[in-house]
């Protein structure tokens, strides 16, 4: 398994159990990451953290994650930071609604978690 | 000429009459003729054989003295005498010495005759004086004569002067103008038949009037009321007033539409009834329909929310699996990784599980959306099967594709053909153990008009594996429904595969079927549009008037109904929604066509289709229409009514309270009773029973199908509290169980239909009732009697009791009772011999309290009609509650 991660990596996750686990294993890659529970807790740590890139899910507490992507968008800094929504809606639809509120791509529940860091590695080296 | 003697009876007749007539009136005027003319002729004869007879004897004498001038005188006598007679004698050879006519004399007879054969007679005649009787006729100048001629014979007077030589001496000829013998003969003939044709006509006339009157109008007044009653007109009716054949046409006639009107009536009044029951199953039904369809709704939308919070603690039990077999956190030994392998394995099964249920829930709540494109057929399959190859590989088995040539794109979402043909190749690899797998690809046949190009593609997935029991095809595509659930366990499965599959596929406005044999293989076979239109939403909704015709129509009610912008669940409706049923699996869902098609009824009626060959939930398009009407109309404008009536008449007249869920029962005993009473209707059994403590109703009529709350149980509550418990309850059902109405309270029971007059009088009756304070109690166990009269005295009654039937007769007699109890079991004039006495007149208004053992027959029932308060059963209580029973069946009777 390829390993070589470098970077920051924001994970917004209100279950604590699905963000330990993405968690774990990106730290395992060697990634660096920071953690939010929830959408305004997302938007402090990105401001704080400056991420490399923001493993976001959908439905959270307080703000929900279209809602943060969009708000990340207006600001300058985040305008090239990959957004990858993460979402356990597999409903139609869902992939547009995070497209447009700004995601970079899109993970779809419950993640493989073999083929997490690789994916996180490819949007990576896209941007 | 044939065909108007056809037409009409009397022509025909007519005819034949007068061709009869004409015949023998030609055949009499033939014989008059006939004889008349031999009759004048033989008359004609005799006056010339008079005539020559009395010339003869006038000149006799002069002849025999030679006295020439007597002779002469006596001719000229004849001429003035008679006209038209010539008479000539002649010697014996034939001149002529004496004539009528001088100018003949000294001329030789013959010359004054044309006759030949009268020549030769007249030759003869003087040669041997024998006389010809027969007279010869003669025409001389256009006119004709009768000419006769007798002989003058040799006397011994006339020796004197020609010696007695000759035998014969000369002959008189008498020649008689006939013309105008003939001529009379001919006006006689003209007469007869002038008089011949003026009868005929007069008697063909009359006999034409009378066959007239006596057959044909009768006929075609009988023919005409025929076709009366053939259009419907049950009123018609024959006079009748001959006792002959018409008359007994007439009489069967009248015969016969009295029966087929009865006949029909009836008919009417069975059909009535039915529809009634009809249409109260139906409300039922609808009910139950409505209530399963949102207790369906509700369960996709808590399937879809249940499998989203499904998939998380799924993310977290995957994830750490997968964490511990990678060994990220440290090695695990051999026995641990099988575990978690184990684990992995069941998590991934539960998984696909969930996936199913939230795809098969989307579809179901009509919320999945399709991507349509033009989707390249061979490539699509070629990707999904290229995923079973590993698996095909394993298991040895053989893949083979092919693809007509005449189909090579369909529309359709792309990943929903996949996500089929992935459920379908699937079941096809589990189910097969060796053999192949063949998925063809072709052109459908489907729908295609004659000469208009194919609609659909039809793809094939065929497999030569275990098969499909018959009985189980028919539920092969319903959720859950892995065949026999021993097959779970050898093939995995969510059992939700096919049900989706089939999902997608009628999205695509397709169909998806199977056919199998047992042991041989199974072959599932399913459409996809290969035209764009198949699958585009009509732009717009038909014109609503177009619409509301069609709906008018379908339902029999006025256009306006639904002309009137009507709403459902407090939306307006458009044509689609009427249709809309919320069942994917409808395959009405869509074009135009197929809306009109399914609001005219064939398919919202639960027809199934044979062009539709998988089993499809039907659309309820008609009863949403049905209720829409029965809400914004009859319910309306009854409840309205109703307000309206009860502020203005609710203190004029008694009020009856009607419940009966279908509007259209309670409209009939509005109209029943309307005269009389205020009849307030109540649709819904729920709120019957406070409204009847409120409006407090002299008298209820109660249906006993209802939904929600059905009549029983209004009964029950109705008679449970002591604010409505009096008010007297009358059912009115299509349920013909009257021991039970009876059992529970009810003061009477009719079965529907009901006439008018029925309602009314047992109404009125219940009406009359009066307090209770003596009773009458017939009873053969003298112990029985006395144990109840006790407690009736107790309560304050004034008790009788008779042990028969005679006795109770008896006791009747003496004074009537406010209230009989009666017992139907009795021994010697048992209790039916009273109830025949019952019907005099004395008591025939006295309610009714019957004791029996068994079970009250349907005659008994009918018998004591509208007088039945209760009905005990003896035996079926203890003796307390027995007496309990009574005195409250009593009591009740009483307080009103």
Same mark, same amino acid.
């Given at each position: 398994m390829r390993s070589g991660g470098t970077g920051k990596v924001l994970v917004v996750e209100d279950n604590q159990d699905s963000r330990e686990l993405v968690v774990k294993v990106l730290t395992n890659k060697g990634y660096t990451v920071i953690e939010a529970v929830d959408g305004e807790d997302a938007l402090k740590k990105a401001s704080e953290e400056?991420?490399?890139?923001i493993l976001m899910d959908i439905s959270l507490p307080k703000l929900d994650g279209y809602e943060v992507t969009r708000r990340l968008k207006t600001m300058e800094d985040f305008r090239d930071v990959p957004v990858i929504a993460l979402t356990a809606h597999a409903m139609k639809g869902d992939r547009e609604k995070a497209l447009a509120a700004g995601c970079g791509g899109y993970i779809s529940k419950p993640i493989n978690i073999r083929e997490l860091p690789e994916q996180v590695r490819r949007f990576m080296e896209e941007t | 000429m044939i065909s108007f003697i056809r037409k009409r009876l009397g022509r025909t007749i007519l005819t034949v009459l007068a061709v009869s007539v004409a015949i023998v009136m030609g055949t009499e005027i033939y014989v008059r003729l006939f004889q008349g003319t031999t009759d004048r002729i033989a008359m004609m004869t005799r006056f010339g054989n008079e005539l020559a007879a009395t010339t003869y004897a006038g000149i006799k004498h002069p002849m025999s003295v030679g006295d020439a001038s007597a002779i002469k005188k006596q001719l000229l006598d004849i001429r003035e005498a008679t006209e038209d007679v010539e008479v000539f004698i002649c010697d014996f050879d034939q001149t002529? @010495?004496?004539?009528?006519?001088?100018?003949?004399?000294?001329?030789?007879m013959q010359d004054s005759i044309n006759n030949r054969e009268a020549v030769q007679t007249l030759t003869g005649l003087l040669q041997t004086g024998e006389q010809s009787q027969k007279p010869f006729e003669e025409e001389v100048a256009g006119k004709r004569y009768l000419v006769t001629m007798h002989p003058i014979m040799n006397h011994p007077d006339c020796f004197h002067c020609?010696?007695?030589?000759?035998? @014969?001496l000369g002959g008189m000829i008498i020649k008689m103008n006939s013309a105008q013998t003939y001529s009379a003969m001919a006006a006689g003939t003209k007469r007869s038949i002038l008089i011949s044709l003026l009868g005929i006509g007069a008697i063909v006339t009359l006999i034409y009037a009378m066959l007239v009157r006596l057959v044909s109008r009768p006929i075609e007044v009988l023919a005409d009321q025929a076709n009366r009653f053939a259009d419907g007109d049950m009123s018609v009716s024959v006079d009748v007033r001959t006792d002959d054949e018409i008359g007994m046409l007439g009489r069967s006639f009248n015969y016969m539409v009295t029966r087929i009107s009865s006949f029909s009536r009836e008919l009417e009044t069975e059909v009535a009834r039915r529809t009634l029951m009809l249409r109260e199953k139906t409300l039922l039904l609808e009910r139950a329909n409505r209530e399963l369809r949102e207790l369906d709704s509700l369960k996709s939308s808590f399937l879809a929310n249940m499998s989203h919070e499904l998939r998380t603690p799924m993310n977290s039990i995957i994830g750490y699996t997968d964490l511990l077999i990678d060994g990220v956190d440290g090695p695990v030994n051999e026995e641990q990784g099988k575990s978690l392998r184990k684990i992995a394995h069941n998590a991934d099964h539960l998984l696909q599980l969930i996936n199913d249920i939230l795809d098969m829930s989307k579809i179901e709540a009509g919320r999945v959306e399709l991507d349509i494109k033009s989707l390249d057929i061979r490539k699509t399959v070629e990707q999904v099967a290229s995923t079973f190859q590993p698996a095909i590989t394993r298991k040895g088995l053989t893949i083979t594709l092919s693809f007509d040539d005449d189909v090579s794109h369909v529309y359709a979402d792309e990943e929903k053909v996949k996500q089929i043909l992935l459920n379908l190749i699937s079941n096809a690899v589990k189910f097969t153990a060796e053999g192949g797998i063949v998925i063809q690809a072709g052109l459908s046949s489907r729908g295609v008009i004659p000469g208009e190009s194919p609609l659909f593609a039809q793809l094939c997935i065929e497999d030569t594996g275990v098969g499909i029991k018959e009985e189980d095809i028919e539920k092969l595509f319903d959720k859950f429904s892995q065949l026999d659930m021993s097959t779970i366990r050898q093939y995995e499965g969510t059992g939700l595969g096919l049900s989706i599959a089939r999902g997608l596929v009628v999205l695509h406005k397709g169909v998806i079927w199977v056919s199998s044999a047992i042991g041989k293989g199974s072959r599932f076979c399913f459409t996809l549009p290969i035209k764009k239109e198949l699958l585009e939403?009509?732009?717009?909704?038909?014109?609503e008037e177009r619409m509301a015709e069609g709906l008018a129509a379908f339902f029999k009610k006025p256009v306006e109904l639904f002309l009137s912008s009507p709403t459902y669940a407090g939306k307006p409706i458009q044509c689609w929604e009427y249709v809309h049923c919320g069942q994917t699996s409808c395959p009405a869902y869509g074009s135009p066509e197929s809306r009109c098609w399914l609001m005219h009824g064939t398919h919202c009626k639960g027809i199934k289709i044979a062009a539709y060959p998988e089993k499809v939930d039907f659309c309820k398009g008609c009863e949403i229409i049905e209720r829409l009407m029965l809400e914004s109309a009859e319910f309306r404008t009854l409840e309205t009514q109703d307000q309206a009536q009860a502020t203005e008449a609710i203190a004029r007249k008694k009020t009856v309270m009607a419940i009966d869920d279908n509007p259209e029962a309670i409209e009939i005993i509005r109209k029943y009773l309307g005269e009389e009473y205020h009849v307030v209707g109540l649709f819904?059994?729920?709120?019957a029973v406070d409204m009847a403590q409120e409006i407090k109703p002299a008298v209820i009529t109660l249906d006993?199908?209802?939904?929600?709350?059905d009549g029983w149980q209004v009964l029950q509550e109705l008679k449970s509290r002591p604010e409505t418990q009096d008010i007297p309850v009358i059912i009115i059902s299509i349920v013909d169980e009257k021991q039970t109405g009876f059992s529970l309270g009810a003061a009477d029971y009719l079965v529907k239909p009901v006439e008018k007059q029925v309602l009314l009088r047992k109404i009125k009756n219940i009406e009359k009732k009066s307090p209770v304070n003596s009773v009458l109690i017939v009873d053969g166990e003298p112990d029985s009697t006395s144990l109840i009269a006790d407690a009736l005295k107790k309560s304050g009654y004034q008790v009788t009791a008779a042990c028969n039937g005679e006795e109770a007769i008896k006791a009747v007699r003496d004074s009537v009772p406010d209230l009989i109890i009666l017992d139907l079991t009795m021994s010697e004039v048992n209790g039916f011999d009273v109830i025949d006495y019952m019907k005099s007149e004395q008591i025939r208004t006295v309610p009714l309290i019957v004791l029996t053992q068994k079970d009250l027959n349907e005659v008994v029932i009918r018998q004591l009609n509208g007088r039945i308060r209760g009905v005990l059963q003896k035996g079926r209580l203890s003796q307390e509650a027995f007496l309990e029973e009574l005195r409250h069946n009593i009591d009740t009777w009483s307080a009103g």
């Open positions: 400056r991420p490399a890139l | 002529i @010495v004496y004539a009528t006519h001088e100018d003949k004399l000294q001329t030789r020609h010696g007695a030589s000759r035998k @014969v939403k009509p732009a717009t909704p038909i014109i819904r059994g729920e709120s006993i199908m209802m939904p929600e709350k």
